[in-house]
Structures are given as structure tokens and as C-alpha cells.
């Protein structure tokens, strides 16, 4: 309960309606949460240095989301082509007779 309010700020009512597994859950969650907000930060911190020492320096220079929904979309077609590799060798064996 102490970890609960402690780091969630879960009120004691809150905590003991969980099952335990639901407090694993949103433990876990709530640790991946913190994860990203350490993250972003740092990246932050990133960009700024970077906009402190660049002699010329466009918003493209530090993020573009062209080139990130690109990386996304090249990703799901390389998975998409694994996968049709993947079936296609699993398909030259025979499981059952």
C-alpha cells in the first residue's frame, strides 16, 4: 500500500479494490510511464545542445515526422515480407499424414 501511494498516488480505497495482478499491471505501466517521460526529457536536453551549437539549424534538423512515419510504414513491410517468407517455409513441410 505504501508503494502504491508512494509512487502511483494511490489512495488506500483505490489500492485495496485491485486484485493483485491489476496492481502488477498498473505498477508496470506506471513504470514504463516514467521510462518515457526520462526519455522524452533526455531527448530534449539532446535538441537543445544541439540548437546551441549548430551554426544553421532548421525544426527538419532536430524531428521530422515525414521521416518518421516513413520508418514506421518501411517497418510494417518488412514485417510484412518476413512473415510471407516465414509461411512460405513452414508451408514445404508436412505436419500430420
Do not use: V
Not at 16 to 40: C, G, H, Q, S, V
Not at 53 to 71: G, I, P, Q
Amino acid at each position: 500500500m505504501f508503494d502504491a501511494y508512494r509512487y502511483m498516488g494511490m489512495m488506500p480505497d483505490e489500492f485495496l479494490r485491485l486484485t493483485p495482478r491489476e496492481f502488477t499491471i498498473i505498477a508496470e505501466a506506471e513504470n514504463e510511464r516514467k521510462n518515457d517521460e526520462m526519455e522524452l526529457a533526455s531527448l530534449k536536453t539532446m535538441w537543445q545542445r544541439q540548437a546551441y551549437h549548430a551554426k544553421r539549424l532548421k525544426a527538419s534538423d532536430l524531428f521530422d515526422r515525414n521521416k518518421m512515419k516513413r520508418k514506421s510504414y518501411d517497418d510494417i513491410e518488412d514485417k510484412a515480407e518476413k512473415s510471407k517468407q516465414d509461411m512460405e517455409w513452414l508451408n514445404r513441410f508436412r505436419f500430420s499424414d
